[in-house]
Structure formats: structure tokens, C-alpha cells
């Protein structure tokens, strides 16, 4: 068998065996593999796709290319994924109220590239979190609190991190197999025995049309199913940033809030938590029905148990849990601009991609791997789509280290305001389970 080979079976739309599959996984991590041949493959997969049984076999072949935990010592771990998006904070928001409802979380996140945020970037704007724990920590803090939160570090799936970097590289993130055996084999490898995935739809996120969001549902239930790991998906709409802020600190500080009960969710983000929470309770058998489910999720927010949970997680990883309690001990950024209406009307449009793109520009988010961010920067949203605008009323904050920056952000148009015609409501509101 040989690479050259593979590469031609696949270009000429033909479909890779099994053995195919294991042998270009196994060589490229082995470095036998050149980039440039790797490319030639992935964009192949790119433009012909992959049958149902390619995307299993990829899938299975990643998963097996590093470790894989058992977490069965744990009980009945239920993960959740998002395939990302623009001020996308539900796993901080939901997590600590699932963990407080009994279920143990034990959760690795990823960092944010291009426009999509990640969650172990927000939580390092926790002075002292620590998102590196070894995998015996990690499982101690699940068994002694039930929850813990941590990075990428231990060795899950590195085909797929190879991949995915590759793949970055050449514009080809934005394919159905590859996402879903990139995310699946994520999971497989991480040891949940049941999982629940945000499939994000809309400018912020990978999948831009409701149709390819189903496609990807439906194939990532199949291989979840497949692999005997029971996967429930839930499409939501990602053609707004989700709830107030963007930006590292700025999220945390809206979490906080929002666990503390000081702050509404906003409809969306309420939507996604307890649509996502719920169908976590089910799936994990502490419910019958997802209102019943619904119902849980926010009583924990409420009394403040998911708070609670929180401050017990932050504690655990080293972070310093003064800024939990007052949170304006947050470093603020050097300035922070209103952006104003400039007429009356309904927000019929807050671009995430736009948002999204701003926010990387402004410090929050990475163009390459290796840069820093700043937690600092991002903007907080005072009005959303569907909301009622006065001229000159204030439409959120710019919050920026750099003068000449801002100035560019504050020319850019994040908002569309105008007559809000009906359809449009059902547009942000419409979702699909799978
Ligand atoms: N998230 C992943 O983990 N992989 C992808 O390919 C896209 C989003």
C-alpha cells in the first residue's frame, strides 16, 4: 500500500478501504507522510466527500491514533461539544449547573482560532486557572467535586490535531466528513459515554446554511451511534454572537454574572443552555421529558447551586476566586467606546462573523497558533436582534488596548437597523434536534 496510491483512489472519487484509511492515519502521524501529500488527500476528501462507511472508518482510525481514556470509574459521563461560534460561553455556563445536578463533568475544551472563541482561553483570564492538570487530577477533581475543566494537553487523538492544523492551512476546515470525524474522534477518544453537540449554524460558524448544519447533524449522530456512544445534536442559530460579550474576560465576567443571577440570560443564550441542559438530563436519565429537563437546568441557576458549583471548580484548578466574587477586579481595557444608533427601528442584523472577525483584530482571538491574546478586549452587546432602537441610543461597547484600532472598529457596521419584518423572528428562532 502506498500514499501515492490512496491519493489517486480518492481524486478519482472512488471509495478508501478500512485498510486505506488506518494506513494514511497511522504513517502521516508517524511523520511518513509528507504535508504537501497529506494536503493533496485532504483537499481530494474536501471536493469528492466520503461515503457514511469512510467517515466511521476515519473517525474510529483518529480516535485510536493516541490515547483513549476510560472514565467508566467515573459513572455515567455525558460530554458536550460545539462546533464553535462568536461569544460562544455556554459550556462555562452550563457545565457547573449540570455538575450541581449530580452528573459528572469531566471536560476537556479547545483554544479559539480565526473568529471562534474557545473556552480554555476564557478561563485563563482567571488569574491562576489551571487548564493542564495530568489525567489523574483531572479524574480526582471529578470524583471529589464533580466537575473538572481542562485543556487539550493529554495525548487524545493527534491525527486529528495534525489534521485539523493541515487543514487550517488550506482552507479546507469548512467539509462534512472532516468535521465530523475531527469532532467525533475528539470524543470518542475523550471517554464520555454520551454525548450532546451544539451544531452551530449561520455566519459565525462553520456550517453557514441550515441545510449543511442538518448534514452535519445527521452524520455525526450516526457515527456517535455507530461507535456505541449515544449522541443527541441540537442545530442553533449563530448568525448573531451568543449572548452579551465577546472576548475572554468580558465572557467570563458575563458567566459569572449570569450564575450569580445578577444577570438575565439573553434569549438565545437561554435557548442554548437550557435546550442543551435538558437534553443532557435525559440522556442521563435524571428526567423524563425535556420540559421536565428545561425546568431543573434553571432552578439550579436560580438557587445558585450552578454558581456554587463554579467557585468549587475554579478553586480546585488554582484560580483565584476574589475575582468570582467581585468581578470589576477584572482588568479593564484602556478604552472603552459606546457604539451608537444612527436611526430609529429593530436590530434586524448583529453580523457574528463580522463580530467575530473585529474581536480577532481587536486582540481576543488568533490568527495563527502561536500568537497571544489579550483577555481584556472584545465588545459587550447592549442590544440584540429583534430589540427596539432609538437614535443615538447605545448598541454596545467597544473595548480595545489601541487607539487607532478602535477607531477602525467604530467605522466598521456590526448592526442592521430597520423595519422588522416577521419572518425574521423565526429565522432566529427556528431549531432542529437530531
Ligand atoms: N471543531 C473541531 O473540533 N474540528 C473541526 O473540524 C471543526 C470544528
Known amino acids: 500500500m502506498n500514499i501515492l496510491d490512496i491519493i489517486a483512489k480518492k481524486r478519482d472519487n472512488k471509495e478508501l478501504s478500512k485498510e486505506e484509511i488506518d494506513f494514511f492515519v497511522?504513517?502521516?502521524?508517524?511523520?511518513?507522510?509528507?504535508?504537501?501529500?497529506?494536503?493533496?488527500?485532504?483537499?481530494?476528501?474536501?471536493?469528492?466527500?466520503?461515503?457514511?462507511?469512510?467517515?466511521?472508518?476515519?473517525?474510529?482510525?483518529?480516535?485510536?491514533?493516541?490515547?483513549?481514556?476510560?472514565?467508566?470509574?467515573?459513572?455515567?459521563?455525558?460530554?458536550?461539544?460545539?462546533?464553535?461560534?462568536?461569544?460562544d460561553k455556554i459550556t462555562l455556563i452550563l457545565m457547573p449547573i449540570i455538575a450541581s445536578l449530580g452528573i459528572p463533568v469531566a471536560k476537556m475544551s479547545g483554544r479559539g482560532l480565526g473568529t471562534t472563541g474557545g473556552t480554555i482561553d476564557k478561563l485563563e483570564s482567571i488569574p491562576g486557572y489551571r487548564t493542564d492538570l495530568d489525567i489523574e487530577s483531572f479524574k480526582k477533581n471529578v470524583k471529589e467535586i464533580g466537575i473538572s475543566l481542562i485543556g487539550q494537553t493529554l495525548n487524545l487523538a493527534p491525527a486529528d490535531k495534525k489534521l485539523y492544523a493541515l487543514r487550517d492551512t488550506i482552507n479546507c476546515i469548512d467539509s462534512?466528513?472532516?468535521?465530523?470525524?475531527?469532532?467525533?474522534?475528539?470524543?470518542?477518544?475523550?471517554?464520555?459515554?454520551?454525548?450532546?453537540?451544539?451544531?452551530?449554524?449561520?455566519?459565525?460558524?462553520?456550517?453557514?446554511?441550515?441545510?449543511?448544519?442538518?448534514?452535519?447533524?445527521?452524520?455525526?449522530?450516526?457515527?456517535?451511534?455507530?461507535?456505541?456512544?449515544?449522541?443527541?445534536?441540537?442545530?442553533?442559530?449563530?448568525?448573531?454572537p451568543m449572548g452579551r460579550a465577546v472576548g475572554n474576560a468580558l465572557e467570563i465576567i458575563e458567566v459569572i454574572e449570569v450564575l450569580k443571577g445578577n444577570q438575565e440570560m439573553t434569549i438565545d443564550e437561554k435557548f442554548t443552555v437550557t435546550e442543551l441542559g435538558a437534553?443532557?438530563?435525559?440522556?442521563?436519565?435524571?428526567?423524563?421529558?425535556?420540559?421536565?429537563?428545561?425546568?431543573?437546568?434553571?432552578?439550579?441557576?436560580?438557587?445558585?447551586?450552578?454558581?456554587?458549583?463554579?467557585?468549587?471548580?475554579?478553586?480546585?484548578?488554582g484560580g483565584d476566586i476574589s475575582y468570582l466574587e467581585d468581578t470589576s477586579k477584572f482588568e479593564k481595557a484602556k478604552y472603552i467606546e459606546p457604539i451608537i444608533a444612527e436611526k430609529d427601528g429593530t436590530v434586524r442584523i448583529l453580523n457574528a462573523?463580522?463580530?467575530?472577525?473585529?474581536?480577532?483584530?481587536?486582540?481576543?482571538?488568533?490568527?495563527?497558533?502561536?500568537?497571544?491574546?489579550?483577555?481584556?478586549?472584545?465588545?459587550?452587546?447592549?442590544?440584540?436582534?429583534?430589540?427596539?432602537?432609538?437614535?443615538?441610543?447605545?448598541?454596545?461597547?467597544?473595548?480595545?488596548?489601541?487607539?487607532?484600532?478602535?477607531?477602525?472598529?467604530?467605522?466598521?457596521?456590526?448592526?442592521?437597523?430597520?423595519?422588522?419584518?416577521?419572518?425574521?423572528?423565526?429565522?432566529?428562532?427556528?431549531?432542529?434536534?437530531?
Request: one cysteine or more.
Open 26 to 87: 497511522k504513517e502521516y502521524v508517524k511523520g511518513n507522510i509528507a504535508d504537501y501529500q497529506a494536503s493533496a488527500l485532504v483537499m481530494a476528501i474536501y471536493i469528492n466527500r466520503m461515503s457514511e462507511q469512510e467517515i466511521t472508518d476515519l473517525t474510529i482510525s483518529m480516535a485510536n491514533s493516541g490515547d483513549v481514556l476510560d472514565l467508566s470509574d467515573l459513572g455515567d459521563v455525558i460530554d458536550k461539544h460545539s462546533t464553535g461560534g462568536v461569544g
Open 176 to 240: 462534512i466528513p472532516l468535521i465530523a470525524s475531527s469532532i467525533m474522534s475528539k470524543k470518542i477518544a475523550a471517554g464520555a459515554n454520551k454525548i450532546v453537540i451544539d451544531v452551530t449554524c449561520g455566519n459565525g460558524a462553520f456550517m453557514n446554511n441550515r441545510l449543511k448544519a442538518l448534514q452535519l447533524a445527521v452524520c455525526m449522530k450516526r457515527i456517535g451511534d455507530l461507535s456505541g456512544k449515544e449522541t443527541k445534536c441540537i442545530v442553533t442559530d449563530m448568525n448573531q
Open 279 to 317: 437534553n443532557m438530563l435525559v440522556l442521563a436519565k435524571k428526567v423524563n421529558t425535556i420540559e421536565e429537563g428545561k425546568k431543573k437546568i434553571i432552578e439550579n441557576l436560580k438557587n445558585g447551586k450552578g454558581f456554587e458549583k463554579f467557585v468549587d471548580l475554579v478553586k480546585k484548578q
Open 353 to 434: 462573523n463580522t463580530v467575530g472577525k473585529l474581536a480577532c483584530y481587536l486582540g481576543a482571538g488568533r490568527i495563527k497558533k502561536e500568537d497571544a491574546i489579550n483577555p481584556r478586549v472584545g465588545f459587550i452587546f447592549e442590544k440584540k436582534v429583534g430589540d427596539k432602537v432609538k437614535k443615538g441610543d447605545i448598541l454596545g461597547y467597544i473595548h480595545s488596548d489601541d487607539k487607532e484600532k478602535t477607531e477602525y472598529v467604530k467605522k466598521q457596521k456590526l448592526f442592521n437597523i430597520g423595519y422588522w419584518r416577521l419572518y425574521e423572528r423565526s429565522r432566529y428562532s427556528r431549531r432542529y434536534h437530531i
